[in-house]
């Protein structure tokens, strides 16, 4: 079992795939809302495409970037609660 996992720092947000194997970069995007919403929907992607990714991590260090990221996630999220569940953790 793995879970992905985004990055969202000031300079942009990185999105990983950890599992048994290790850790994968699997894409990076920018910070702005169109780099962020092209995130979820790729971590949407992924989460579809492979059964052992049970959920999205998210580690962000700035509130501001928190806030748009939640923002983001409440418009985009359509994988069955997996990515509803990343924006209660924001």
Request: charged share 30%.
């Amino acid at each position: 079992m793995g879970f992905l996992a985004l990055d969202v720092t000031m300079t942009g947000v990185v999105l990983r795939q950890v599992d048994e194997r290790g850790t994968r970069i699997l894409e990076r995007f920018n910070t702005h809302e169109v780099g962020m919403r092209r995130a979820l929907i790729t971590a949407q992607r992924e989460l579809a495409r492979d059964d052992s990714l049970t959920e999205v991590r998210a580690s962000v260090q700035e509130p501001d970037l928190g806030q748009r990221l939640k923002h983001c996630v409440k418009t985009e999220a359509s994988s069955g609660g997996k990515l509803e569940a990343l924006a209660d953790t924001l």
